[in-house]
Structure formats: structure tokens, C-alpha cells
Nanobody
């Protein structure tokens, strides 16, 4: 069992920056690919960025490329999402997801609210 706890959300003006963190419990963090997802009101949850288990490979949604950076620190059991040049359309609840390697096992965090004012 893995528990994920997101933090770092909040209210920021357009053009500002935020750094989200997702802390994972357990000793096998490096056995999971990690991702950040978001869900805006009235919309489906969408992938924002993913990072593989070693941190050597990342992928981004087109809408955030060049503005967001995903990273992980396996020694700290934490994955980060650095968000810059924020736009009002980035407003959403941001969720952390863990996908166990060679398995269908998936865990989600409880989410953290990000609100970008214009």
C-alpha cells in the first residue's frame, strides 16, 4: 500500500509560479512511475506530466510544455511539479498518481487546489 500526499497548491496571479510536492509512503517508491494529473470544474481529469521510475524520462501535455517541469527524488520519496508562467486555465485540482512497475496497481493522492487569477 502506498499513500500519496500532495502539497504546495494555492492561489497565484497569472504569470506566477508554484511548486507542488507529492510525498509517498513506503520503501518502494523507486518501483513506481509517477504522474501529475489535474481536473478542472466540469472537465475530465487529464494528464499533466509523467516521470518514469528512475527519473530519466519525462513527458508533458502540450498545454504545459515549456512551463511545467516534473522531477522526483527517490531518496525523499517525493515527486515535484514546478509550474511557471501560470495561466487562469491551469486552475484545477492537481492529483499525484503512482503506477507500480509491471503491474496494474495504481494509487492516487487526495489532490491539491491550484487557482490562477487573471
Amino acid at each position: 500500500q502506498v499513500q500519496l500526499v500532495e502539497s504546495g497548491g494555492g492561489l497565484v496571479q497569472a504569470g506566477g509560479s508554484l511548486r507542488l510536492s507529492c510525498a509517498a509512503s513506503g520503501r518502494t517508491f523507486s518501483n513506481y512511475n509517477m504522474g501529475w494529473y489535474r481536473q478542472a470544474p466540469g472537465k475530465e481529469r487529464e494528464v499533466v506530466a509523467t516521470v518514469n521510475s528512475s527519473g530519466g524520462s519525462t513527458a508533458y501535455a502540450d498545454s504545459v510544455k515549456g512551463r511545467f517541469t516534473i522531477s522526483r527524488d527517490n531518496a525523499k520519496n517525493t515527486v515535484y511539479l514546478q509550474m511557471t508562467s501560470l495561466k487562469p486555465e491551469d486552475t484545477a485540482i492537481y492529483y499525484c498518481k503512482a503506477d507500480r512497475l509491471f503491474s496494474t496497481t495504481t494509487y492516487w493522492g487526495q489532490g491539491t487546489q491550484v487557482t490562477v487569477s487573471s
